[in-house]
Every structure is written in structure tokens, then in C-alpha cells.
């Protein structure tokens, strides 16, 4: 059964002509780290492995940056899905912190990778807002304002008297430098090419049909027969991971999100920030660089077959409608329309790391919003561990954390 993950016009995927195309694997191969997945995660891994000379191959089974990471909006922020508070009952407040202090780690990474290759993807730093039009709320919000304020991070308390927005704020916390927003398409291909010249190897349309693990590593055959040999695996591949493992990762959902043509005058209205709300299932909206706002939500349970258009359009006019109403003054016109899965966790964080009962398969699943930021500090941690370092924030994301 051919299960369609990713449905309907996507951005970056349309804006963007095709940047390279890469060959498909047409002979045996040995490496150390056979990466599967293409997308944006498995670059990451491939640009931290080849970086500290670690021979890699990255095996996509269709083409590159064209299944989650195109549907992407690419709208990163360091603090997590959940306020501090809700999440409590999973995890210490103190491994909440530290989340967020790694977040404007990874941050940092990327803007580093930025400044020494060039933007080439439209990368943007900005302030992160996240808020509440409801007096319900408004506590809510203080408390999570009052516990970053306290652990040091550059925050700053947005209500009614200061408010320098267009729509209605009752309480909102603006985090200066906490965000960040890029085209994902072009990052991922910015950085596959500075790892291919390095010396990582890539193939897409190579699908991986079969694994075998031995004592000295692992083999992987590919759709046309052809043989990877490596030390390690690792999955960088999203929700869909049951070719591997029969573990049981996340929650799957389904998000939608729309694009707006392009806007006069936007970055006079809308200030330049990334935002998200306080709902739930939440909203989270950015602009782009030709000037047009992306929001995303309306998560709905997860379909297998994104295929039901009549519930696919009540969403993306549900989103339509709450773009028009933050904005009432600007013509707000929806040119692409697209949908797609992703997996979140109890604790909102991901998993790195070694399977607990395969110590040649290791996963980078960046779960939750901030997907991209952890599969950067998944390039960082998991780099580090095959060179036989143990990073002191691994535990935090450990692989079988919520075995019973």
C-alpha cells in the first residue's frame, strides 16, 4: 500500500527549481555511517559526520528534501511545544531549561554555517513571540515569562500597554534572537553541498529493502540489489521508522499549512518575528523572504492516506480564516495549500542515540516542532559519540526513556 505522507502544493518544493539531482546507487559500497533518510535531518548528520572526517553515505528512497522537510515551514524557535508547566509532569523543570539553552545552541549552529558558506537559503534570524488573546490565559503565559525571565533568557513580557502588534494580545513573551526561520529545501541541499565536497556521498531514488547486522556492522541492500556496508546505521527518517524497529516513538499527527501570495508592505505590519499561540492544537506563523506569511496548525489525529480533501479544505480554510482575523487591514490571499505528518512526544523532545538492544542502530528523530534544532544537536551529539565522546545533554533525548 503506497501511504501518501505528504499531500497538496508545497512551498518550497514549487518555488524552488531544482537544485541538483543526485545519482542512484549503481554498485557495492563500504562506509562507516550509512545515513537513511534525505531529507533535512539526514543532511544535518551527514555535514557533522563528514566534519569530523567520518566516512558517510546518505541513502534517500525518493529525492532529496522532497517529503517532510518540504512541508516544513521551517519556523525554528528554542522553546519547546509545550509551556514550561505543562510539561512538568514528564520532565524537571531544570531539563526544560537546558532544552531551551540547546535550542539557542543550535541556533547558533546554524547561523555559524550560515556566515561561513553564504545564505543561500534565505536564513533569518528574529525574535520568537509566543501569546495568548485570551484573560484565561494570561497566567498561563506569566508563569512561563517569570520562569525564563528568572533562569536569565532575554525575554520580555508583552500585554495590552505594550503591545506592538497588529492583533490582540493579553499576555504574550517575546524572546529576543529565540527564533529563526530559513527555506529548509535550499538549506538542506546549502549543506549536502558543502558535505559532498568533503566527501560525503548521497544517493536518492536508492531505497533500502533489507538490513542485516552482524558483529562487524551492518549491511543494507537497496531496491536494485546493490549492497551498502557500514559500522553503524542511523535513521534519520522521520515518523516512519517501522522498516527498522517495531519501537513505538511517538504520536502521529497530521498538520496543514497555508502560504499567502506575496504582501505589501508586510514587515511593516507584522514586525519581523516568528509567532505561536497559545491554542490547542496551536497556530505558528512566519513570513518569507518575497514577502508572504506561512501558518501552520490545525492538527487533526493522523490520517495513513492524506487524501480526504473535504477534511483537508475545512482545515486550510480554518487557517485561512485565522490569518484574516489577526490581519483584518491586508488582502490576504492563500496560494499554496499543503499537509503533512509529523510525531510528538510526551516531553516534546526527540530521540538520539543507540537502539537499547542494537548497538549498531542509531536514530536521529527530531519529534516535535523543534525537529530541525534537534536533528542539529543530533549531528553535534551523535558525531561526538561515534568518535567514543558521550555528550552531557545525550541523556536528555536517550532512546527508550519512556520504557516501562
Known amino acids: 500500500m ?8 508545497c512551498i518550497f518544493t514549487r ?4 537544485t541538483k539531482q543526485y545519482e542512484y546507487l549503481t554498485e557495492d559500497i563500504d562506509t562507516d555511517v550509512i545515513i537513511v533518510g534525505g531529507g533535512v535531518t539526514g543532511a544535518i548528520l551527514g555535514y557533522y559526520f563528514t566534519k569530523n572526517n567520518i566516512n558517510s553515505v546518505i541513502l534517500e528512497k525518493s529525492r ?3 517529503g517532510s522537510t518540504s512541508i516544513t515551514t521551517s519556523l525554528l524557535q528554542y522553546e519547546l511545544d509545550s509551556n514550561a508547566m505543562e510539561l512538568k509532569s514528564h520532565t524537571s523543570i531544570d531539563n526544560i531549561l537546558r532544552s531551551y539553552e540547546l535550542g539557542i545552541k543550535a541556533l547558533d549552529e546554524i547561523e555559524e554555517f550560515i556566515d561561513e558558506y553564504g545564505n543561500t537559503c534565505d536564513f533569518k534570524r528574529v525574535d520568537s513571540f509566543l501569546y495568548t488573546a485570551k484573560n484565561l490565559e494570561k497566567k498561563e503565559i506569566e508563569e512561563e515569562y517569570k520562569i525564563r525571565s528568572e533562569a536569565g533568557f532575554p525575554v520580555e513580557f508583552i500585554d495590552n500597554s505594550n503591545n506592538p502588534f497588529s492583533f490582540d494580545v493579553k499576555a504574550g513573551v517575546l524572546s529576543k534572537g529565540g527564533g529563526a526561520q530559513f527555506d529548509p529545501y535550499r538549506f538542506t541541499h546549502a549543506l549536502l553541498k558543502v558535505s559532498c565536497e568533503k566527501g560525503l556521498r548521497v544517493y536518492e531514488n536508492t531505497e533500502v529493502v533489507d538490513v542485516k547486522y552482524d558483529d562487524k556492522g551492518v549491511t543494507v541492500e537497496t531496491i536494485y540489489g546493490h549492497k551498502v556496508k557500514g559500522r553503524i546505521i542511523i535513521v534519520a527518517t ?3 521508522t517501522e522498516f527498522f524497529t517495531k519501537r513505538a516513538f511517538g504520536i502521529k499527527t497530521t498538520t496543514f499549512n497555508v502560504a499567502t501570495k506575496p504582501i ?5 505590519i507584522y514586525k519581523g518575528v516568528v509567532v505561536r499561540d497559545n491554542e490547542d492544537p496551536y497556530n505558528y506563523l512566519r513570513t ?5 506569511i506561512i501558518i501552520g496548525g490545525e492538527d487533526i489525529n493522523f490520517l495513513p492516506d492524506i487524501l480526504n480533501e473535504e477534511l483537508c479544505n475545512k482545515s486550510y480554510d480554518k487557517l485561512e480564516q485565522r490569518l484574516k482575523n489577526l490581519f483584518p487591514n491586508i488582502n490576504i490571499e492563500i496560494e499554496y495549500r499543503y499537509c503533512g505528518a509529523f510525531a510528538s512526544t510526551q516531553d516534546n523532545l526527540g530521540f538520539l542515540g543507540k537502539d537499547p538492544n542494537n548497538s549498531k542502530l542509531w536514530y536521529c528523530l527530531g519529534y516535535g516542532a523543534n525537529g530541525i534544532l534537534f536533528a542539529v544537536l543530533g549531528g553535534i551529539m551523535l558525531s561526538k559519540l561515534y568518535l567514543g565522546e558521550v555528550h552531557e545533554d545525550l541523556h536528555l533525548f536517550k532512546v527508550g526513556r519512556f520504557d516501562s
Open 288 to 292: 518569507t523572504s518575497d514577502n508572504r
Open 15 to 18: 518555488i524552488n527549481k531544482l
Open 2 to 9: 503506497n501511504i501518501q505522507y505528504v499531500q497538496g502544493d
Open 64 to 66: 532529496i528534501a522532497h
Open 264 to 268: 505589501n508592505n508586510i514587515e511593516d
Open 238 to 240: 522521520g515518523y516512519n
